[in-house]
């Protein structure tokens, strides 16, 4: 069993920044993807980001070039920099792990809220 411990969220101004961290507990070997999804109220759970192991990366369109994602795996963390924020990314952002098999692992963090508002 993994746990996912998310860090970061916040209140942030229009066009600020924030930086997501999550660390997973024990190793996350090279079949597991790590990503960055999003909820917000009344809507659809959706993916923000995710990366592989080898730091193949995938983003939104929503967020493609404000959001960075990225991964050390000595450490077992992943990152989402969040730039030039705004209020639709208000949401709760969830970290997720996920074998290549998925029946074999698929991890969630338990959530952070982010609100963008001034």
């Known amino acids: 069993q993994v746990q996912l411990v998310e860090s970061g969220g916040g209140l942030v101004q229009p066009g600020g920044s924030l930086r997501l961290s999550c660390a997973a507990s024990?190793?996350?070997?090279?079949?597991?993807?790590m990503g960055w999804y999003r909820q917000a109220p009344g809507k659809q759970r959706e993916l923000v980001a995710d990366?592989?192991?080898?730091?193949?990366?995938n983003y939104a369109d929503a967020v493609k070039g404000r959001f960075t994602i990225s991964r050390d795996n000595a450490k077992n963390t992943v990152y989402l920099q969040m730039n030039s924020l705004k209020p639709e990314d208000t949401a709760v952002y969830y970290c997720?792990?996920?074998?290549?098999?998925?029946?074999?692992?698929?991890?969630w963090g338990q959530g952070t809220q982010v609100t963008v508002s001034s």
């Open positions: 024990g190793s996350i070997s090279s079949l597991y993807t």
């Open positions: 990366i592989t192991s080898a730091g193949s990366t």
């Open positions: 997720n792990a996920v074998h290549r098999l998925r029946v074999l692992g698929n991890y």
